[in-house]
């Protein structure tokens, strides 16, 4: 932690970095020499075909993938070094997590979902709940705390999710498809909210299909089979990165993802 | 922290259990079953040894009995059936009988003598019912109460029989019988004295005295064609102080005259409370049985519940690990779970053991006990069950990888 307040060691530096499935004949590369460094509070929107390793890339982001060849290092540590228990320390502490599919645990009520992560950083319960129940009022569903997930829409469920994955106050958010499948007004409502941690000087990486999203980003890459194919990099304004509509590339790159989905 | 932890996973585990009812409830059966067995057989015989034992220190502890054959170690006789020593010879001899009475410190002897035979007047006795013949000591050690008439003594005659209240009413029809006669082998015996009703057919005599008929040593080794067959000797000492010191000289005079060959054994104390009911032996050998059958099948039952759960919940071990948890967070709670279902059971099983050894001592003469030490047992038993057949789900679930279960479609 003390090392991410150093404000010239990159949050995550990637090098170098590949990730094979299967072995022999069945093997399959996902992850094909990726090097990239990512700086504290940049927004990172990473674009891309299905397939072309982009969650790959976020789980080995957010240390759920250890079995990955090259070098990665957070704040400035090589991940290799870090212990499997401190993994999860990293994990309970500095990262957040919002699925695809939102993942909420469906026999927990929303509120214990919410305050899932905090257990693994020894909150006692009723602190836990007040907790939750605090960033579920900045989310407006503190009416739907003691709703079952099967109950909410898919807005609220998403809602939920990023509820969670802010509850512990991470430095780092990891957002996989954070709008999934909801209508643009929800979209828009998250991606309003991912934009006020941003600019609190949280690092967010988000992996996205909707180019209309990247315009809250800092800073766009494009991905194609495993390795990055464009990089806007990052635009800083008096220090802090700023949002910028990406370039013309991206464009293409969004018309190539048209492309696939037909 | 780990305490909170702790907390967390009880609450986890309860919140589980309420969610599939039934599944939890059926899983606990086993081990119910199993802890409600162990809890019967102990209580049981801690309540027909403290019988014997309240018999002897109301005798002021001062008495011991002398057995053939060597004392076998009590674990061994709950699971083996004793046919050894029922069926063979008596190691004990009439001269042991005067060798005995000769040591220092002995007040008294007395040799029990059981014999086999009908006992008949206006009707049968039942088959249940004891010839033993012994001297008039006795009395003198076992301080027996008499109902009417007098106990054996050297002046009777060799006819003179003493018997139990239950066995006055089975074959004369009534508790007043003195100066009747029955038939004991075919042989006529004339009644005594009538025994005061005791209700213990458990003791260190090993014989319901309600049951029996008492007749002389020298009428019974008579009855018994002149050959004694001595299943037991009591002895009562002057004094508690000197019991141990005759004791020891007892061994050395046997040892001497059976050539050197342990064959017989001197128990004092609680070495005669063991339980020695063949009633109790039966209880005792089903319901181990019964134990060890349910607590194996009712732990393979927890082991395939947890694996089920764990299956099931691949997704929210996935999720838990991104939250945070770490593989002994994840470990910890399916433990947990395993474990509040096995002590669960073995909570119910305790009640339920009593619920049933209450049940059963309706039939005997004795209270099943209640201490502290039983309802430790049991809990020890949930807990190493819980503990032993929840391990392996519970390391399988903390191994998952948690990509592989978070994206997992159920």
Sequence with gaps: MTMAADSSTPVIRLRGLEKRFGIGDAENIAINGINLTIDKGEFVAIMGPSGCGKTTLLNIIGLLDRSIEGEYELDGQSVATISKRKQARIRSKQIGFVFQNFN??????????????????????????????????????????????????????????????????????????????????????????????HKRGNTIIMVTHNPRLTTYASRVITMLDGQIDTDTGSFKFKGQSITLQPIRRHKRSSRQLKRNKK | MIRFLFLNHIQNAYQSMKGSRVRSALTMLGVTIGVASITVILSLSAGASKIITDQISSLRGNIAVIRPGVATNPITNLTQARLGRDYSTSTLTESDITYISHTPHIQYVAPLMVLSGTIKADSTAPSDSIVVATTPSLDNISDFKMREGQFLDKNVEQNAVVVGTQLSINVFGNESSIGRTLTIHGKEFTVIGVLKRMNDPINYNSIDFDNAAIISFAAGKKMNKNVTQIQQIDVKADSTANLTSAIGAIKTALLASHNGENDFSVLTGDQISQPTSQLFYMIAGVTTAIAAISLIVGGIGIMNIMLVTVAERTREIGIRKALGASNSDISWQFLIESLAISVGGGIFGYIFGYVVAFGITRFLTFDPIINWQIAVVALIISIFMGTLFGLYPSIRAARKDPIESLYQYN
């Design chain 1, 104 to 197: 909420l645990i469906p026999r927990l009520n929303v509120i214990e979902n919410v305050a899932l992560p905090l257990i693994y950083k020894g909150i006692t319960r009723t602190k836990r709940l007040k907790i939750a129940s605090d960033i579920l009022r900045n989310f407006h569903l503190n009416e739907r705390e003691y709703y079952m997930p099967h109950q909410l829409s898919g807005g609220q469920t998403q809602r939920v999710a990023i509820a969670r994955a802010l509850v512990n106050d991470p430095s780092i958010i990891l957002a996989d498809e954070p709008t999934g499948n909801l209508d643009s007004r929800a979209s828009h409502i998250i991606m309003e909210e991912l934009s006020d941690l």
